[in-house]
């Protein structure tokens, strides 16, 4: 079980390969944070909102960021991002896009609806890491969040 006041990460990420390699680029970059993973968009919401297989998880225990992906089953990135800003419980969780597009209106989109970074995801292995090495190092130790409120 996590330790509530460790800085959870949630990769929303339904490519393995690529999940694979930002594991692994985290652990070479020794970043030891808890990392939950879901395949895709609903599962996305459901761990945010604790619903579905994820009512039961503790509600303390928050991320500090989401790395997000675009392209994704069900319920593609950019609603999950819209989702996650018209909540009141989520509307000041740090989300960065994480992905492989170039579509100019996907950056666009993201930033209308308040994402918070747009990473494109490099080709390049060692620039991959070198990506998810400073994303890390930003949004999980210099990067500072109010306490989140609870609901009455």
């Known amino acids: 079980m996590y330790d509530p006041h460790q800085r959870v990460i949630l990769l ?13 680029a985290f652990r070479k970059s020794n970043i030891h944070n808890p990392v939950v993973v879901v ?11 604790l619903q579905g297989r994820h009512a039961e998880r503790d509600p303390d225990i928050r991320p500090q960021v989401v790395l997000l992906d675009l392209h994704l089953p069900r319920i593609d990135g950019l609603e999950v991002l819209r989702r996650i800003r018209a909540n009141e419980q989520t509307r000041m969780l740090p989300v960065v896009i994480l992905t492989s597009s170039k ?35 930003y949004w999980l130790v210099l990067n500072e969040l109010p306490t989140p409120r609870r609901s009455a």
Not at 12 to 19: A, I, L, M
């Open 103 to 137: 579509e100019e209106r996907d950056l666009v989109e993201g930033y209308q609806l308040g994402v918070n970074s747009f990473v494109h995801k490099p080709v390049d292995v060692t620039a991959f890491f070198d990506a998810v090495r400073q994303l890390g190092m």
């Open 39 to 49: 395949r895709d968009g609903a599962e996305a919401l459901d761990y945010l909102f």
């Open 12 to 24: 929303v990420e339904d490519n393995s390969d690529d999940e694979l390699m930002t594991l692994r």
